[in-house]
Nanobody, 124 residues
């Protein structure tokens, strides 16, 4: 599976961005998809995840109520809608795919494939 993330940019605090991650391959719906982020000098952290069918989602507490993850299996694409952005959301955002039987993992080591990352910068 190859992943290509896009949609990052510079936005003012309180603004919105939508990230997209396009996947190659015919088995996209069999993968749990996740978004992670990494700020300078910090470890990569889980942001949100979605089950293969799209029926289940899981969010980090820091983004709950502000971010929404969704997927379109017909288009092999997962999205991250980010609203009410804060300066602390500034990071490189990565999409990832996990081949797991159950649940939505939040540990990066559970994900098998990674996109290249897209920069999100939120100015105050």
């Amino acid at each position: 599976v190859q992943l290509q993330a896009s949609g990052g940019g510079l936005v003012q605090a309180g603004g919105s961005l939508r990230l997209s991650c396009a996947a190659s391959g015919r088995t996209f719906s069999s993968y749990v998809m996740g978004w992670f982020r990494q700020a300078p000098g910090k470890e990569r952290e889980f942001v949100a995840g979605i089950s293969g069918s799209g029926g289940s989602t899981y969010y980090a507490d820091s983004v709950k109520g502000r971010f929404t993850i969704s997927r379109d299996n017909a288009k092999n694409t997962v999205y991250l809608q980010m609203n009410s952005l804060k300066p602390e959301d500034t990071a490189v955002y990565y999409c990832a795919a996990a081949s797991v039987r159950w649940g939505i993992p939040s540990q990066s080591r559970s994900y098998n494939y990674w996109g290249q990352g897209t920069q999100v910068t939120v100015s105050s």
